[in-house]
């Protein structure tokens, strides 16, 4: 009986202890995230809201056309290119696999057709048809790709082709990178998500459709994009972003085992990131902001110039917590120029910085001149 008993505990012992681990296991993370890599960043300020392996290096697949993405509209901006642009398809281009819209060599299309090929459909084709017009090359983009890859701090990342197709074992990446160039993508928010967020579309006259990888698109409010990928090597791939009440999100998930996984996945982070914050944009009390006085100046004082104030992200219920300093100088000596500190607001919330504005003088005022210094003290002896 003894015997009995003994066994009996350790296997209790064994299953407390199993159970223990398994929900842990289950707490590390507010929801269940079926993916070998993922992370939820707040596309504003950048800040990491969850996150798992973020930095462990992984292939991409088709979401590598984020940068590419990136790159076109940047260009587009630039004036480098436009999207009434002809380009024509090289053999290269043609000859590319996995999604594509079938170009043909030679074929002309302008760059918005193929901008919504790549963004909607994910073509490979129009993806590299549109690097070789911006860089010569699609070798030559891949440079570019890779160049600006580094201008952001994506240390993880090394692209060797600007389709994510498992052509070799040396395209990688990281969902904290995918993140990084995500953010950077949606700066570009009102031309980039006039793709992004077609559900279906079609080119050369209706003769081909285009219906988008991505089915948040269709299936989760304030889908703003962005981009999947699926091969053998990287599993189901997705970069998703959304944006509610002002509140821009960005989900990465990678090396999901299907693609319910991945979209389910993406859709539990985004909410939960909903669910729990918010973008609040702190007001500077203008009842602070008090007259600088100007020693030795032409004019007395100066009233410092109010700045702008940019959204910030709080958890939910917690904005009326945000604490604003303000550090305003009495005085200062003349001459002041435009444009000169006079102090700063800070807002802060537990300690954390949210934010940190200069108080800069709206005008220059020049050295007190010895005519209007004489007449101050007359006027002061009458």
């Known amino acids: 009986m003894k015997k009995i008993i003994g066994v009996l505990s350790v296997v209790i012992s064994f299953v407390v202890a199993f159970s ?39 292939p991409p697949a088709s979401v590598t056309k984020v940068m590419p993405l990136l790159l076109f509209v940047e260009a587009i901006e630039e004036e480098k290119i436009a999207l009434s642009d002809m380009v ?3 053999a290269h281009a043609a000859g590319k696999g996995g999604s594509q819209i079938w170009l043909k060599e030679g074929e002309e299309m302008t760059v918005d057709s193929l901008l919504k090929a790549v963004a909607i459909a994910s073509a490979n084709d129009a993806c590299c048809s549109l690097g070789e017009y911006i860089a010569g090359s699609e070798k030559a983009f891949i440079q570019l790709m890779n160049n600006r890859a580094k201008e952001l701090g994506m240390n993880d990342t090394t692209f060797v082709n600007c389709s994510g197709l498992d052509d070799t074992d040396t395209n990688y990446t990281s969902a904290y990178d995918i993140a990084v160039m995500s953010k950077e993508l949606m700066k570009y928010k009102e031309l ?127 904005s009326g917590d945000i604490k604003q300093t303000v550090s305003l100088s009495v005085g200062v000596n003349a001459p002041v120029e435009k444009g000169q500190t006079l102090g700063t607001v800070r807002f802060t919330l537990d300690g954390e910085m949210l934010g940190e504005y200069k108080l800069l003088s709206p005008e220059n005022v020049d050295t007190l001149k010895l005519p209007l210094a004489f007449k101050r003290l007359l006027m002061m002896l009458v």
């Open 20 to 58: 223990t681990c398994v929900f842990a296991a289950e707490e590390k993370y507010p929801v269940e995230i079926k993916a070998k890599s993922a992370i939820l960043m707040d596309v504003s300020s950048g800040k990491i809201l969850m996150e798992k392996n973020a930095h462990e290096k992984l």
């Open 88 to 90: 024509r398809t090289s």
């Open 192 to 318: 980039i998500t006039r793709y992004t967020t077609v559900w279906m579309d079609s080119l050369r006259d209706g003769k081909t459709e285009l219906v988008n990888t991505n089915k948040l698109v269709r299936f989760y409010p304030g889908t703003t994009g962005l981009k999947t990928g699926t091969t053998s090597k990287a599993g189901c791939c997705l970069s998703a972003t959304a944006e509610r009440d002002g509140l821009h999100l960005v989900a990465v998930v990678m090396g999901s085992e299907n693609s319910n996984d991945r979209f389910e996945t993406a859709k539990a982070m985004l909410s939960w990131g909903f669910s729990n914050y918010e973008s609040v944009t702190p007001q500077i009390n203008k009842k602070l902001i008090t007259d600088v006085i100007v020693v030795k100046g032409e004019k007395e004082k100066v009233t410092p110039a109010i700045p702008e104030t940019k959204p910030v992200l709080v958890k939910k219920g917690r």
